[in-house]
């Protein structure tokens, strides 16, 4: 990972050495996978508790289910679901790095107000709401840009590439350079795996992971029990945490810096393992 001065409890995010896992929680009712969802306070505090014993780097928080044909939220809605849940999360581990997926900027402002400096993370990288960047640049808060077209409603319709990396890689070209412009200086990449992307696609996409290299910036990648691993092997979301380690393994082989998972101690150990076998001498 590049070198940056953020630092968030123990972690720097942007110069810790080995890989990062991310743990997702969704305070939502229908998010595609049903054990990430987390309504009530306990439910909430288990999840929360259970991912830092399982050695959680970074917990990412979201309110809104960006899976295909998931149903709109309003920003108020959004809002107060964050609130719920990282008031919990606050009170239980107040210095654990968290992330908040949300593409709206209105959200963002509402929940620095409330708890102060987080990571956005942003499914759209400003697609969805033109004062993103704007916000993000005045809060001076890190930022994940994720590859997408279209939006959660309709991005299956968009996945259609002249050449899918060297898009990808365009896209993030341009996106970069404003967010510097905007002063946005601390950025994290999101290929985007599953977002306007046919299965065929993702896994080309995971084949040329290691050319997003090129930005010298921290690369995350999100495979966890998603569609392009049940669907290949004929099974569900809940069958799937083997195929996501696998690919978690890849991805780690091909640069990835950040795993964004439902499930931490599989995460964790997949990275161990991989750290082990990078750093032994041959």
């Known amino acids: 990972m590049s070198t940056s001065t953020t630092n968030y409890g123990n972690i720097n995010i942007f110069g810790h ?19 990430s969802r987390a309504i009530t306070d306990g439910q909430i505090a288990e999840r929360i508790e259970k991912m830092i014993s399982e050695g959680v780097d970074i917990i990412d928080a979201g309110a809104y289910s960006s ?3 998931a149903a709109d939220v309003s920003v108020e809605e959004e809002i107060n679901r964050l609130t719920h849940g990282l008031k919990i999360l606050k009170q239980i581990a107040p210095d654990i790095p968290v ?22 993370n942003d499914i759209s990288a400003g697609e969805l709401d033109c004062k993103m960047f704007d916000v993000t640049a005045k809060l001076r808060l890190p930022y994940i840009a994720m590859h997408m077209k279209g939006n959660p409603q309709t991005m299956q319709n968009h996945s259609i590439y002249n050449n899918l ?11 970069i350079n404003r967010l510097h412009d905007t002063g946005v200086n601390e950025i994290i990449i999101d290929p985007g795996f599953g977002f306007a992307k046919t299965m065929e ?8 992971l290691n050319e997003f290299k090129i930005f010298e910036l921290p690369l995350l990648v999100g495979f966890s029990r998603k569609s392009m691993l049940y669907k290949l092997l004929n099974t569900t ?12 393994a890849i991805a780690l082989m091909n640069g990835a810096d950040i795993l964004r998972v439902h499930d931490v101690r599989a995460a964790v150990e997949t990275v161990e393992i991989i750290d082990k076998l990078k750093n032994t001498k041959h």
């Open 17 to 35: 050495k080995r890989p990062l896992v991310m743990g997702i929680i969704n305070f939502t009712p229908d998010s595609f996978y049903s054990q």
């Open 67 to 69: 899976r295909p044909d």
């Open 99 to 120: 992330s908040v997926d949300t593409f709206r900027s209105k959200a963002v402002e509402s929940i620095f107000d409330k708890f102060g400096y987080f990571i956005v």
């Open 165 to 175: 990396t060297k898009d990808i890689i365009d896209y993030f070209i341009d996106k």
């Open 201 to 208: 696609q993702n896994y080309e996409l995971l084949n040329n």
């Open 237 to 248: 979301p809940e069958e799937s945490l083997n195929a996501t380690t696998v690919v978690n």
